[in-house]
């Protein structure tokens, strides 16, 4: 099956520094990819959604300028997450879709990035 | 509230028994309802997913079922393995966005 990978797999950072989140598509291209948040004992949680070649749309809540997603080709798509503070401390997933048919699509996960912040 | 509900919570239960989840939802319109494993620390991975006129599904041990009319599904886990402890999600996808819906998940422990 298809594959999405993350890149790194986990990060530690001290308050207020930058880190940046990669997210591919192995095996397909994908012109929708998909940023989420997992904080312990929770379901994910739907932060934006990129499109290859145009801005990010964000879910009521999320902050655009602090949570930067840049999709610049059918493969990848990165989230930076500026300014860092131990709130944002969380699991980060991302996920790409594939299309399989005229009105199915298919949503592969990639295997999540834990960020702390300190 | 959540369009998506699943019982139990969580749940024990020894390496070789069968156990089940529930997941109800209301989300609308229906595309299809997926079933997806998380081990701990890892991203979701793809059990099990059905259409609208798709009843059932096996993968394996697991055993999805889809009633659309009562808006209600099962995972069915048989002889159950310790690798088999992880959370269990329901998604169900809407059909005019394509935007998944998340339950809470239930999380399966199973021991020797």
């Known amino acids: 099956g298809a594959v999405v990978s993350q890149h790194p797999s986990r990060v530690i950072c001290k308050s207020g520094t930058s880190v940046k989140i990669e997210c591919r598509s192995l095996?397909?291209?994908?012109?929708?990819m998909f940023w989420y948040r997992q904080f312990p004992k929770q379901s994910l949680m739907l932060m934006a959604t990129?499109?290859?070649?145009?801005?990010?749309?964000?879910e009521q809540g999320v902050e655009k300028d602090k949570f930067l997603i840049n999709h610049a080709s059918l493969t990848l798509s990165t989230l930076t997450v500026t300014s860092a503070h131990p709130e944002d401390s969380s699991f980060y997933i991302c996920?790409?879709?594939?299309?399989?048919?005229?009105?199915?699509?298919?949503?592969?996960f990639g295997p999540g990035t834990r960020l702390t912040v300190t | 509230k959540n369009q998506v509900e699943q019982s139990p919570q969580s749940l024990i239960i020894l390496e070789g028994k069968n156990c089940t989840l529930q997941?109800?939802?209301?989300?609308?319109?229906?595309?299809?309802l997926r079933w997806y494993k998380q081990d701990t620390g890892r991203g979701p991975v793809s059990l099990t997913i059905?259409?609208?006129?798709?009843n059932t599904k096996s993968n394996g041990r697991y055993t999805a079922t889809l009633d659309a009319d009562t808006k209600q599904s099962s995972l069915h886990i048989t002889a159950s393995q310790l690798s088999d402890s992880a959370s269990y999600i329901c998604?169900?996808?809407?059909?005019?966005?394509?935007?998944?819906?998340f339950g809470a998940g239930t999380t399966v422990t199973v021991r020797a």
């Open positions: 059905m259409t609208f006129s798709e």
């Open positions: 998604v169900v996808s809407r059909s005019n966005d394509y935007k998944l819906s």
């Open positions: 990129s499109n290859e070649g145009s801005k990010a749309t964000y």
């Open positions: 996920s790409a879709r594939d299309r399989l048919g005229l009105t199915f699509y298919e949503q592969y």
């Open positions: 997941c109800n939802y209301t989300v609308s319109p229906f595309s299809n």
């Open positions: 095996d397909f291209q994908a012109t929708t």
